[in-house]
């Protein structure tokens, strides 16, 4: 058996969920996220890895390289 038997879920995450070893597969960084969002997972508590697939934010250890628009306009009339 693979460690990524399924194509279209290159993320995989492996926590604790009580006494029980739980593993869940991910079609994208954003459904990831949510998961980890939604069971308040903190990167000690879960192991994460991937299929080829450059993840990144919070929970992974990497810093996002999302930039952000710093100038917005104001119209103050």
């Not at 006494?19 to 997972?41: M, N, S």
């Amino acid at each position: 058996m693979t460690d990524f038997p399924y194509e279209s879920f290159p993320i995989k995450l492996v926590h604790k969920d009580g006494k029980d070893k739980k593993t869940c597969w991910f079609q994208c960084e954003a459904h990831f996220q949510k998961y980890i969002d939604r069971h308040k997972l903190v990167s000690k508590d879960y192991e994460v890895s991937t299929n080829n697939v450059e993840i990144m934010g919070k929970g992974t250890r990497r810093k996002s390289t999302q930039k952000r628009s710093s100038s917005r306009s104001s119209s103050n009339s």
